[in-house]
């Protein structure tokens, strides 16, 4: 695929939290959440997301998501003195 803005290539990655958690978009009630992916130029930084079709693949991981899910907390501050 090639960058719509300046014609370089664009390389696709995955979403992740922190905590290497897939970042899942909502769907229909019929399709529930898929991975998100991401296209971006690695020269001008144009980006474009893209939702996974649901597929099995996909329903395997929202699956998995819904049975162990990752909880992530925020930094803890430092008291005041």
Not at 53 to 70: F, G, H, K, L
């Amino acid at each position: 695929m090639h960058c719509p803005k300046c014609t370089n290539d664009m390389a696709t990655s995955a979403l992740v939290t922190p905590l290497g958690g897939q970042i899942m978009v909502a769907g229909t009630l019929a399709t529930g959440m898929r991975p998100l992916s991401a296209q971006v130029c690695s020269a001008c930084g144009y980006t474009e997301l893209y939702a996974a079709q649901w597929t099995e693949d996909v329903r395997q991981a929202y699956a998995e998501t819904q049975t162990a899910p990752i909880l992530e907390t925020m930094p803890e501050g430092v008291p005041a003195a």
